[in-house]
């Protein structure tokens, strides 16, 4: 028997999607709310768990290129992409 999974909605996607765009602000008040908050973590729990949600998935690939691409070496470092 196959296991029903609750829709992400739509409520959840826009929440992920104002993340992504507080990312790119690149602010560090921001970023260390984020870090603090753990956000991140259940975002890429979400990803997980949704692994047929493309617009989930662009979205996560939005906060990663924005991590990236922004200057704040702690948030590389709380998401491991260095130490």
Do not use: C
């Not at 984020?34 to 692994?51: D, H, M, N, Q």
């Amino acid at each position: 028997m196959k296991k029903m999974i609750k829709p992400l909605g739509i409520t959840r996607l826009k929440m992920i999607e104002l993340i992504h765009l507080a990312l790119k602000m690149n602010l560090t008040p921001v970023t260390e709310k984020i870090i603090s908050s753990g956000i991140l973590k259940t975002v890429l729990s979400l990803f997980a768990e949704y692994e047929w949600n493309n617009m989930l998935h662009s979205q996560v690939g939005k906060i990663i290129n924005a991590i990236l691409d922004g200057s704040s070496t702690a948030l590389k470092t709380h998401v491991r992409f260095y130490d």
